[in-house]
Nanobody, 129 residues
Framework: QVQLVESGGGSVQAGGSLRLSCAAF????????MGWFRQAPGKEREGVAA???????SYADSVKGRFTISQEYAKNTLYLQMNSLRPEDTAIYYC???????????????????????WGQGTSVTVSS
């Protein structure tokens, strides 16, 4: 059974940084794609960043240049380094894993939630101005 466990959320002032981690149990990171999604109060869940097994990454326009997704196969862990945080980054952040190879065409990685079948419980990020 696949289990994804996020950690690293918290409260930070605008301009600060946080690093989220996602430990996977029962899932091999070398399979398909992994991603980070977020959901702010009153808003729909949106894709933030994703990475495929070859290391190809994709980012939402709103976080390009500020967030970096990475994975460490030896620890079966996914990371999201978030710099220059803004109040609009406040949300619950979810780690997700795909179940099909259709999550990436080799050039880009999907940021659509329907391409990811496994989800963590989420970790809260609050950015104050």
């Amino acid at each position: 059974q696949v289990q994804l466990v996020e950690s690293g959320g918290g409260s930070v002032q605008a301009g600060g940084s946080l690093r989220l981690s996602c430990a996977a149990f029962g899932y091999t990171y070398s399979s398909y794609c992994m991603g980070w999604f977020r959901q702010a109060p009153g808003k729909e869940r949106e894709g933030v960043a994703a990475i495929n097994s070859d290391g190809t990454t994709s980012y939402a326009d709103s976080v390009k240049g500020r967030f970096t997704i990475s994975q460490e196969y030896a620890k079966n862990t996914l990371y999201l380094q978030m710099n220059s945080l803004r109040p609009e980054d406040t949300a619950i952040y979810y780690c997700a894993a795909s179940t099909t190879p259709g999550c990436s065409d080799g050039i880009a990685v999907s940021l659509n939630s329907w391409d990811f079948g496994y989800w963590g419980q989420g970790t809260s990020v609050t950015v104050s101005s």
